[in-house]
């Protein structure tokens, strides 16, 4: 399992993941070399998806309503 972290968590969380072993953590400023660090939701979420990564986040504010819209349109995302 691969998931990266949103910018909100910690960073200490990606070390505590990557230490139970088949699952590989990364903070979202280590991620893809931190490109996305400042990036859109739907953005993240895309490459995510591109790239076979889960994203992790706390977000009840901005990615619910976008996975809703997504969920109308038949968009895949691995949120």
Request: glycine content about 12%.
């Amino acid at each position: 399992m691969k998931l990266p972290l949103d910018a909100h968590i910690s960073p200490a969380v990606a070390t505590g993941l990557a230490s139970w072993g088949g699952v590989e953590a990364q903070a979202m400023r280590g991620w893809q070399g931190g490109t996305y660090l400042d990036a859109d939701d739907e953005v993240i979420l895309s490459q995510a998806h591109a790239t076979g990564w889960i994203l992790v986040t706390y977000d009840l504010r901005t990615i619910p309503p976008l996975l809703r819209v997504w969920s109308e349109q038949g968009v895949a995302h691995s949120g």
